[in-house]
C-alpha cells in the first residue's frame, strides 16, 4: 500500500483527498473479516482514492483462492476473476481511477505469475483488466454520474454484477446505481455491513445496495 497519504494541498482543498493509513484500513477490514476473505462478497468504495481498501480486501480474497485453488490454474484462475468481479469502486479524479485499476491489476497479477510462472495466460490477464475497467468507475458519487470528458457526456453511473456461469464463464447484469441508491435510502447503509444474527435485514440491505442484486 503506498504510504503517502496526501498528494498535495489544493488536492486535499478541492477533492478531500487524503488517504486513510493502512493501519486503519486494516483495522476497519477486521471488523467484517469473514467479509473480506468470502471470494465472492462484494465490495463497493464509493471515494476510492488509489484504492486502500480496495487493494487489501482484493489481498484478503486472493489469499483465500491461493489457499484453495492454487493446484489448478484453471479453478485459481476463475476463483480470481470471480474475486476481481466483486470488488467496485468510484472516484471523481481521473488519474486515481487509472492508478486504482493498475493496482488492483498488480496485486492479481503478482500472484498469478507467482503461482504459475510461465503459464500465465495473456488472456486471463486481459480479462481481469476489463473486469477493472467496468468496476472501477470515473464517476461523482454525490450526482451518482459519470464525469463526462470532450469525447463523452455525462451519463448515469451502471454497474456490472457478475456470477459464475458453468466453466470460466461469467454472467453480467447491469444496475443503474441511482436506483440502488435509492433503495438504500430508506434506510441507513454502512458501506461494509457484516452479517449480523441479530439483524437479518442488514444482509438484504447489503445485498440490495452493495452487492447490487435480486430484491
Ligand atoms: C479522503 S480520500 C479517501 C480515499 C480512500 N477512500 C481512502 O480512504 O484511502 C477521498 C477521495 O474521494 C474522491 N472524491 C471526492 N469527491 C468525490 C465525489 N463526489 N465522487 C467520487 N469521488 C470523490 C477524491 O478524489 C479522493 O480520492
Not at 36 to 60: D, H, K, Q, Y
Not at 78 to 102: E, K, P, W
Request: charged fraction near 25%; include cysteine.
Amino acid at each position: 500500500m503506498s504510504g503517502k497519504q496526501v498528494i498535495s494541498k489544493q488536492r486535499v482543498a478541492d477533492h478531500g483527498e487524503v488517504y486513510t493509513h493502512a493501519r486503519e484500513v486494516n483495522a476497519m477490514l477486521d471488523l467484517v473479516r469473514q467479509e473480506t476473505e468470502r471470494i465472492e462478497s462484494r465490495f463497493l468504495e464509493p471515494a476510492c482514492g488509489t484504492g486502500n481498501f480496495l487493494v487489501e480486501i482484493l489481498n484478503r480474497k486472493l489469499a483465500v483462492v491461493s489457499t484453495r485453488y492454487a493446484k489448478s490454474q484453471l479453478e485459481w484462475e476463475r476463483h480470481a476473476a470471480l474475486a476481481v468481479s466483486s470488488i467496485y469502486g468510484i472516484d471523481i479524479l481521473a488519474d486515481n481511477v487509472a492508478a486504482c485499476r493498475a493496482r488492483l491489476f498488480d496485486v492479481f497479477d503478482a500472484q498469478y505469475r507467482a503461482l504459475f510462472k510461465q503459464l500465465v495466460q495473456a488472456k486471463c490477464q486481459e480479462a481481469v483488466r476489463y473486469l477493472l475497467r467496468q468496476n472501477i468507475l470515473h464517476g461523482d458519487a454525490l450526482t451518482l454520474q459519470t464525469v463526462g470528458s470532450d469525447e463523452t457526456a455525462a451519463h448515469p453511473i451502471v454497474f456490472a454484477e457478475w456470477s459464475a456461469l458453468n466453466g470460466s464463464l461469467l454472467k453480467r447484469r447491469d444496475f443503474v446505481f441511482a436506483h440502488l441508491v435509492d433503495k438504500a435510502s430508506h434506510r441507513e447503509l454502512p458501506l461494509f455491513s457484516d452479517l449480523d444474527p441479530a439483524r437479518p435485514d442488514i444482509r438484504s440491505l447489503r445485498l440490495s445496495a452493495v452487492t447490487i442484486v435480486q430484491t
